[in-house]
């Protein structure tokens, strides 16, 4: 079975028959530590890597301290400013190094991902519950990530997950994760010929960040702590549903569709 947009909604196929309906739930995934993970065993800290480099072509080799910074739940490019106006360098120098960095990070994460695509780890359950998403006929899929378009789509090529989603709302050229759920909104209109509102609206994250980005948007979110946030620091965010992991695929599933008839 396979479902495609058009701008009357999905085509559905079964038994001969064709049907057309439009989805009724939009489901946005974060990436990092939603999704999956990465090894810092085979990569610590690649944009501390990229940033360092950076600095040694320009002639002014220094030590960019990381070591109190945590990323998630941030875009890119909010990061490399995060971290670098941290170390001392000014916002201006900074946006006019972005576009290198940005250039040299993408790079970077496709040499890596190419040379070992064991870099990247699928979080527990996420497969299942994609895979059933993408077969409910009801249900459209896209990213809601702070990665740039390119680098997400790196991550998810080793496990084959690009298929699953069509569009998304990607970090490239913000530093706020709240300009995001809009975002991925327009995307999910322009893709489905369909505009999602409130509960309809599904954003799945590990981070309180992921929890807040949709709040003015009236959406359900569901919080999954699988990278560094507990559960007891995510339920503190009051999200609609919180779970250890992604595991228990029918509980998933019943939280994604609940009230959807």
């Given amino acids: 079975m396979r479902y495609c947009g058009l701008e009357e909604g999905f085509e559905r196929v079964r038994t001969g028959y064709l049907v057309l309906m439009k989805p009724s739930r939009l489901v ?13 065993t085979i990569w610590p800290d690649p944009m501390k890597e990229v940033m360092e480099q950076v600095f040694v072509e320009m002639g002014d080799p220094r030590i960019i301290d990381t070591s ?8 890119d490019p909010q990061i490399f400013y995060d971290i670098l106006m941290l170390n001392g360098i000014s916002e201006e120098k900074v946006t006019s190094l972005m576009p290198k960095l940005q250039k ?14 064991d870099y990247i780890i699928l979080k527990p359950g996420v497969e299942a519950v994609i895979q059933r998403l993408h077969e409910h006929p009801e249900v459209l899929m896209g990213l809601l990530t702070g990665n740039f378009e390119e680098g997400a789509r790196l991550k998810l090529q080793p496990h084959n997950l690009n298929q699953y ?7 490239d050229g913000t530093r706020q994760r709240s300009d995001l759920p809009q975002r991925g909104l327009d995307a999910a209109a322009k893709y489905a010929g369909h505009r999602f509102s409130n509960k309809e609206i599904v954003i799945i994250g ?8 949709g709040r003015h948007l009236n959406v359900r979110v569901l919080a999954v702590a699988t990278s560094h946030y507990s559960l007891d620091v995510l339920k503190a965010e009051n999200p609609d549903y919180v779970f250890r992991d992604l595991t228990d695929t029918d509980k998933v599933i019943d939280a994604v569709l609940e009230h959807l008839g």
């Fill in 206 to 213: 590990d981070t309180p960040n992921d929890i807040h980005c």
């Fill in 28 to 40: 946005l995934f974060d990436i990092d530590g939603t999704i999956l993970g990465t090894s810092r």
């Fill in 165 to 171: 989603f069509p569009f998304g709302a990607f970090g």
């Fill in 104 to 117: 040299d990070y993408l790079q970077a994460l496709r040499d890596k991902v190419t040379e070992r695509p």
């Fill in 68 to 75: 109190q910074y945590r990323q998630g739940g941030k875009t």
